[in-house]
C-alpha cells in the first residue's frame, strides 16, 4: 500500500482591489468624486440648461409676438427678425448642449453606486385624511343625533 500525501492547504485569495472609477465632466477628469456626487452633479447641469433653454423659448415666442404686431416700423421689424435668427441659432446650440447633458446623466447613472433608491416608507394604518374625514362625519351626526334628541325632550 502507498502511504497517502497530503498537501497543504491552498492560501487563501488575496482580496480584490477596488476599481478607481474615473468621473469625468465636460470630458475633464473630476477628481477626488464620488460616483454618486458626479451623478448629482450631472442631474444639476441639465436642470440648468433645461432652465435655460426655455428661457431662450419663451424669448423667441416673446419676439415673434413683437413680429405680429402691425404697428411696429419696417426698422424695428428687420431688428426683430435679425434677433430672432439669432435666437434660433441659440436654440440649437442650447438643443445639442441639453442632449449632450443627458448624456452625461446617462454614462453617470451607469456607474454602480452612483443612483441609490430612495427607501419607500411603510404607513402603517390608515392615512391621515381618512382620520379627518371619518372625526368630521362622526362630529356631524353627533350634532344632528343631539338636535333630534333635544327636539325630542
Known amino acids: 500500500m502507498q502511504a497517502a500525501v497530503s498537501q497543504p492547504p491552498a492560501p487563501p485569495a488575496p482580496p480584490a482591489t477596488p476599481v478607481p472609477i474615473d468621473v469625468t465632466v465636460d470630458g475633464a477628469p473630476l477628481a477626488g468624486a464620488s460616483p454618486r456626487l458626479a451623478y448629482q452633479a450631472a442631474k444639476e447641469k ?19 409676438g413683437e413680429l ?7 426698422a424695428e421689424r428687420t431688428a426683430l427678425e435679425q434677433h430672432l435668427t439669432e435666437i434660433n441659432g ?45 372625526a368630521s362625519f362622526t362630529g356631524i351626526a353627533i350634532v344632528i343625533l343631539s338636535i333630534a334628541w333635544a327636539k325630542r325632550l
Do not use: C
Open 68 to 74: 405680429r404686431n402691425s404697428s411696429i416700423t419696417p
Open 90 to 134: 441659440s436654440i440649437i446650440a442650447m438643443e445639442k448642449q441639453v442632449a449632450a447633458a443627458d448624456q452625461e446623466v446617462a454614462t453617470a447613472a451607469a456607474v454602480p453606486g452612483s443612483t441609490i433608491q430612495e427607501p419607500r416608507t411603510r404607513q402603517d394604518g390608515p392615512p391621515e385624511e381618512a382620520i379627518v374625514i371619518g
Open 46 to 64: 441639465r436642470e440648468v440648461l433645461g432652465q435655460y433653454f426655455s428661457r431662450l423659448l419663451n424669448r423667441r415666442e416673446n419676439i415673434t
